[in-house]
C-alpha cells in the first residue's frame, strides 16, 4: 500500500461566491433603490415643471428618506433572522446538555444520510460533539454556517451606504446639468448607472452579465415611466 502523504491546507484560502452573498445582496439592493427611486423621483418633479430649488429638495429628502428606510428594514429583517437563530441554538444547547445520547445518535444518522457508514459515522459524530457539541449541531443539523450567518448591523449599514451613492447620482446630475436639458439626463445617467450595477452585480455573483443588467434596467425604465406620467399629469401649468 502507498504512503499518502498528509498535507496542510489553509481552509480559507479559496474564495468562493458564497462568502459575498450576505453584503452583496443588500448593496446592490440599496444602490438600486437609490437609483431607482431617486431619478424616479426628480423625474416626476421635473415633469411637473418643478423649480431646481425643488427638484434638488425632493432628491435630497428622497436620499435621507431611503436610507433610513432600508437601514431600518434591513436591520429589523435581518435581526429577526438573528433571533431566530439564536432561540435555535439555545434549544439545541438545551437538548444536548440533557439528552446528550440522543443529540449523538441525531448527529450520527445525519452523516449516514450523507453515505458514511454507520460505525464511521457514529465516530465522526461522537469526536465531533466531544471537540464542540453545539457547532456540530448548528453545522451539520440546523445548517447554520459562519459564512452564513445573520448581521443586522452590517446589512444596515452596507444597505444605507449603497442607497445614499445611488441616490446621490441624480442629485449631482440635477445640481451640475442646466435646467433645460435635465429631463434628459437624469434618464441617461440613470439607463447608464443601472445597466453598470446590474453587469457588476451579475459578475461578482457569477452569473450573465447581459441577463443581470437587464433585470434592473427594465424595473428602472417602469418606473421612471410611471412618476413622469404623473409628474406630466399633475403638475404646475407652465
Not at 440599496?30 to 418633479?45: E, T
Request: hydrophobic letters at 50%; proline letters at 2%; charged letters at 15%.
Amino acid at each position: 500500500m502507498s504512503n499518502i502523504e498528509i498535507q496542510s491546507f489553509d481552509l480559507h484560502a479559496e474564495h468562493h461566491r458564497i462568502n459575498r452573498n450576505s453584503w452583496l445582496r443588500a448593496s446592490v439592493m440599496g444602490a438600486n433603490d437609490g437609483i431607482v427611486s431617486v431619478s424616479s423621483l426628480m423625474l416626476g418633479f421635473i415633469a411637473s415643471n418643478a423649480s431646481n430649488h425643488t427638484i434638488v429638495l425632493a432628491g435630497l429628502a428622497g436620499l435621507v428618506a431611503g436610507a433610513m428606510s432600508m437601514a431600518a428594514g434591513e436591520y429589523v429583517s435581518v435581526q429577526s433572522q438573528k433571533d431566530t437563530e439564536q432561540a435555535d441554538l439555545a434549544q439545541e444547547a438545551h437538548e444536548i446538555e440533557h439528552n446528550y445520547e440522543f443529540e449523538l445518535g441525531e448527529l450520527t444518522a445525519i452523516y449516514v444520510d450523507r453515505g458514511l457508514s454507520e460505525s464511521l459515522a457514529a465516530q465522526v459524530a461522537r469526536e465531533l460533539m466531544e471537540k464542540d457539541a453545539l457547532a456540530a449541531h448548528a453545522r451539520d443539523e440546523l445548517g447554520l454556517h459562519e459564512i452564513s450567518r445573520a448581521r443586522p448591523l452590517q446589512a444596515a449599514g452596507s444597505s444605507a451606504a449603497a442607497f445614499s451613492v445611488g441616490a446621490g447620482l441624480p442629485l449631482l446630475t440635477a445640481l451640475f446639468v442646466p435646467h433645460d436639458i435635465l429631463f434628459g439626463s437624469v434618464i441617461a445617467m440613470t439607463l447608464a448607472a443601472l445597466i453598470i450595477l446590474g453587469g457588476m452585480a451579475a459578475w461578482t455573483g457569477g452569473a450573465s452579465i447581459v441577463r443581470g443588467a437587464s433585470r434592473v434596467l427594465v424595473w428602472g425604465v417602469l418606473a421612471m415611466a410611471a412618476t413622469s406620467l404623473i409628474g406630466h399629469l399633475f403638475g404646475i401649468n407652465p
